[in-house]
């Protein structure tokens, strides 16, 4: 028997990416385990989720440390301790150091709301409007040492409706978050991932249904 993939996931708020990941777990469709959720916030309700399904969590707050150096140099010592083979972001809002990226190389992953390379960083969806695109989505990437800037795993895409606001268009990008981030850990744990420079290829993957899509549609 194939031993299963041993997730670390790193939460700073609600955890609905985890939570999405461990109802994939428990559904057979993700042959994985969540070894641990560390969180650098006390009170995040993700922890929550991860203590109802008996998962080992950890709080590591920042502002215990003295330096974002020594704050990784003990999140690598916690996710070294229990296991882990990949590290998943989920709504980690803190910028990893290179000792970490090291310790971990090309496995750490983490899901973006927004089609990058557009619109890295914070509040993208009202950067999204604010811009006036057409389309949004999400962004599951490696993870390296610029922001939101590794090579890409999947994206799905989320058009604009008139009328949208940030959190309008957060919500529905949200859906399609809690699809695509299970898909890619799954594509990691059963080493369909081959990844050449920056472009990412998907062992077997299924090619996109039709040629394009449009918004405004051109259907009359």
Do not use: W
């Given at each position: 028997?194939?031993?299963?993939?041993?997730?670390?996931?790193?939460?700073?708020?609600?955890?609905?990416?985890?939570?999405?990941?461990?109802?994939?777990?428990?559904?057979?469709?993700?042959?994985?385990?969540?070894?641990?959720?560390?969180?650098?916030?006390?009170?995040?309700?993700?922890?929550?989720?991860?203590?109802?399904?008996?998962?080992?969590?950890?709080?590591?707050?920042?502002s215990d440390f003295s330096s974002r150096e020594d704050f990784d140099r003990e999140l690598i010592r916690l996710l070294k301790n229990a296991g882990v083979d990949l590290v998943v972001l989920a709504g980690f809002m803190r910028i990893l150091t290179g000792e970490f990226l090291r310790a971990?190389?090309?496995?750490?992953?983490?899901?973006?709301?927004?089609?990058?390379?557009?619109?890295?960083?914070?509040?993208?969806?009202?950067?999204?409007?604010?811009?006036?695109?057409?389309?949004?989505?999400c962004t599951v990437h490696f993870v390296d040492e610029g922001v939101d800037t590794g090579p890409i795993i999947i994206q799905a895409v989320v058009p604009v409706?008139?009328?949208?606001?940030?959190?309008?268009?957060?919500?529905?990008?949200?859906?399609?978050?809690?699809?695509?981030?299970?898909?890619?850990?799954?594509y990691f744990a059963e080493g369909r991932i081959e990844k050449k420079g920056r472009v990412v290829r998907i062992k077997d993957e299924i090619n996109p249904e039709g040629t394009a899509i449009h918004n405004p549609s051109l259907d009359k």
């Open positions: 028997m194939t031993e299963l993939l041993k997730l670390g996931v790193l939460i700073s708020g609600g955890g609905s990416n985890l939570q999405s990941i461990i109802d994939h777990i428990e559904s057979g469709e993700l042959p994985a385990n969540v070894s641990i959720v560390i969180s650098n916030t006390p009170h995040a309700f993700g922890l929550t989720r991860a203590k109802k399904h008996g998962i080992a969590c950890a709080v590591l707050n920042h971990f190389d090309e496995k750490i992953i983490n899901i973006h709301p927004a089609l990058l390379p557009a619109f890295p960083g914070t509040h993208v969806q009202q950067k999204a409007l604010d811009y006036g695109v057409k389309f949004s989505g409706i008139p009328g949208d606001t940030a959190e309008t268009l957060a919500a529905r990008i949200l859906v399609e978050e809690h699809k695509i981030y299970p898909r890619a850990i799954k």
